[in-house]
């Protein structure tokens, strides 16, 4: 039997401990430079913004890890909900030969990552790993610190933002802003993919909220 605590609403929480902790975050295809200046594509979900600097947290032992410390370039794309299958495609494959002992069971190397996912690589303004043409959202940018996380054999990454390349389709006309009413990004839920649903309200700091949702 779960231990509860309970609450001072009177609902009883059940104390658990989940293997993962994805509480529903963008998805994130990662673009890095491979050594022999090839691109490798991977897919993660743990990215957060603050002003223009983004932390991501990768697999220690995977390709973009190990890319991203030799050369700290990299362009963050975010796709939308529904390219979901095309990023699915991406997710048993790693840029990593011979293959990691602990992918062995469930991945298989793949050089050519865009192939095989069906996305098109979109030359960089700033840095040399290529844009996912087909993704609505892209962030050029430069890793400024690196560490491993203790005991978890992940990477955590700091990188400074140095363009946003955005789909006009989802930008507020004649402004820098991204539409909220017109992006819906792909997001990650403890392993499942789901796109945002009906607006329920803003923030009093937002700055498009006399906007009409479209559709």
Same mark, same amino acid.
């Given at each position: 039997?779960?231990?509860?605590?309970?609450?001072?609403?009177?609902?009883?929480?059940?104390?658990?401990?989940?293997?993962?902790? /994805?509480?529903?975050?963008?998805?994130? $295809? $990662?673009?890095?430079?491979?050594?022999?200046?090839?691109?490798?594509?991977? &897919?993660?979900?743990? #990215?957060?913004?603050?002003?223009?600097?983004?932390?991501?947290? $990768?697999?220690?032992?995977?390709?973009?890890?190990?890319?991203?410390?030799?050369?700290?370039?990299?362009?963050?794309? %975010?796709?939308?909900?529904?390219?979901?299958?095309?990023?699915?495609?991406? !997710? &048993?494959?790693?840029?990593?030969?011979?293959?990691?002992?602990?992918? =062995?069971?469930? %991945? @298989? /190397?793949?050089?050519?990552?865009?192939? #095989?996912?069906?996305?098109?690589?979109?030359?960089?303004?700033?840095?040399?790993?290529? @844009?996912?043409?087909?993704?609505? $959202?892209?962030?050029?940018?430069?890793?400024?610190?690196?560490?491993?996380?203790?005991?978890?054999?992940?990477?955590?990454?700091?990188?400074?933002?140095? !363009?946003?390349? #955005?789909?006009? @389709?989802?930008?507020?006309? +004649?402004?820098?802003?991204?539409? &909220?009413?017109?992006?819906?990004?792909?997001? /990650?839920?403890?392993?499942?993919?789901? +796109?945002?649903?009906?607006?329920?309200?803003?923030? %009093? =700091?937002?700055?498009?909220?006399?906007?009409?949702?479209?559709?």
């Amino acid at each position: 039997m779960k231990p509860r605590t309970s609450g001072a609403n009177g609902i009883d929480h059940l104390t658990i401990n989940p293997k993962i902790l /994805y509480f529903g975050t963008p998805v994130v $295809l $990662l673009s890095t430079e491979n050594d022999d200046g090839s691109a490798n594509l991977a &897919p993660m979900s743990s #990215a957060w913004a603050l002003g223009h600097v983004v932390v991501l947290g $990768l697999g220690g032992g995977g390709q973009s890890a190990r890319n991203l410390a030799a050369r700290p370039d990299m362009v963050i794309n %975010f796709p939308a909900a529904a390219q979901w299958e095309a990023v699915e495609r991406l !997710a &048993p494959l790693t840029g990593r030969h011979p293959v990691p002992a602990h992918k =062995r069971e469930r %991945f @298989r /190397y793949e050089p050519a990552k865009f192939e #095989a996912a069906g996305f098109r690589p979109l030359a960089s303004v700033h840095v040399r790993p290529p @844009r996912v043409a087909d993704c609505p $959202l892209q962030l050029e940018a430069r890793a400024t610190h690196l560490r491993t996380a203790t005991n978890d054999g992940f990477v955590i990454v700091e990188a400074q933002v140095l !363009a946003v390349h #955005a789909d006009p @389709r989802i930008v507020v006309p +004649g402004t820098d802003h991204i539409d &909220p009413a017109a992006w819906n990004p792909l997001i /990650y839920n403890f392993r499942h993919y789901f +796109g945002l649903g009906d607006e329920l309200g803003h923030s %009093f =700091r937002s700055e498009t909220s006399g906007r009409t949702p479209l559709g």
